[in-house]
């Protein structure tokens, strides 16, 4: 009863905080981010615990796989765009890889935080389920690499729209790149408000920053001994 | 009759995704089952081995609520509470600033990149 509960919640703030945002237009209320505040924020004040409200959360979250996997619709869609571009594609995935891990180790040595924090922010920018595993096996704390993962594809949707004008990218590919390199499933999700194009761009970038992060991440901690 | 077709889809959908979980914990690799799924399908519809047909409205719908389905997990940030702190808080910041440098070196070199092809193709 209490899971059904749980479920509708979420599925009834999430469908009122789309409504708000369609009519405010402001990144900083895209459903996703309000949502997640308020039905945390009710979990706290109510005091039910994380597990308790998975008992109906898990229902909605065993979706995630199986449109992560739907992805591969829009990227066959832009097929004869993806082969067209595939050098700029895996130029700026690369550099979006190289930047995500060598900036992260960098400003945190600057302020001199503790090593397991950085090893722990290392795989931030791949998707929750390659940083986990990543910052595990890199000596990182698994939990705390899902919250940097999560700070991560938030900065990408809130941010984002107005930091790419403003830094001069306004094409399709541009977009997609670096909404898919730095702020992985959630940024694909954002990208989908600009069209089939840049959305299926940002899955590229995701897939390929996942499949190339899960290699390079500890490569790079071995190499420059972290 | 168009809704249990899209049922069907999506549970086309479930499938090629527990298959790549399969294959992950069969191969012991970090990548995980979700991804190894969207290539798989990609390569399958890519190669005409999947028909789209197929696929096209269970992905549709199911892509319509993405973002619905990453709230279960991103309200599991209750769980650490300690970020409330002075070095969570630093560490946030540095998340931010790295990620608003990725994006940029992501966007600007395939921008460079792609420029750079249209300019060869013009001439």
């Known amino acids: ?226 | 009759m168009k809704i249990i077709k899209t049922i069907i889809q999506i549970a086309v959908l479930y499938g090629i995704y527990f298959l790549g979980e399969s294959i992950q914990s069969l191969l012991q690799i970090p990548i995980p089952g979700s991804i190894i799924g969207l290539l798989l399908l990609f390569t399958a519809l890519a190669f005409h081995i999947v028909p789209v047909e197929w696929i096209e409205d269970g992905a549709r719908l199911i892509l319509t609520y993405l973002p619905l389905f990453f709230i279960p997990a991103t309200v599991g940030v209750i769980n650490y509470p300690d970020f409330l702190s002075w070095t969570g808080l630093l560490l946030v910041i540095i998340v931010i600033i790295s990620t608003l440098a990725t994006m940029a070196a992501a966007g600007w070199v395939s921008q460079f990149f792609q420029l750079r092809q249209s300019r060869k193709e013009a001439k």
């Open chain 1, 1 to 226: 009863m209490f899971a059904i509960f749980m479920i509708a919640f979420t599925i009834g703030v999430f469908v009122l905080m789309s409504r708000l945002y369609a009519r405010l237009y402001n990144p900083l209320f895209v459903p996703v981010l309000t949502s997640t505040i308020i039905i945390a924020s009710t979990l706290v004040i109510f005091q039910i615990p994380y597990e308790s409200y998975m008992t109906g959360g898990k229902w909605i979250d065993s979706f995630l796989g199986p449109a992560v996997v739907a992805l591969a619709y829009p990227m066959y869609r832009q097929r004869k765009e993806i082969t067209k571009y595939m050098l700029p594609i895996m130029m700026g995935v690369l550099s979006g890889l190289f930047t995500a891990l060598t900036t992260g180790f960098w400003f945190a040595k600057l302020v001199g935080v503790d090593r397991t924090f950085i090893l722990t922010m290392v795989p931030k920018s791949l998707t929750t389920p390659v940083a986990i595993p990543v910052s595990a096996e890199i000596g990182g704390i698994p939990s705390m690499a899902i919250v940097f993962t999560m700070v991560a594809g938030f900065t990408g949707i809130v941010a984002g729209p107005l930091f790419l004008r403003l830094i001069g990218i306004k094409g399709a590919l541009g977009m997609g790149m670096a909404l898919g390199s730095a702020s992985h499933a959630l940024g694909t999700s954002k990208a989908f408000e600009y069209g089939q194009e840049p959305a299926s761009m940002s899955s590229v970038a995701m897939s390929l920053s996942a499949v190339f992060g899960s290699v390079i991440g500890p490569l790079f901690v071995w190499l420059f001994h972290i």
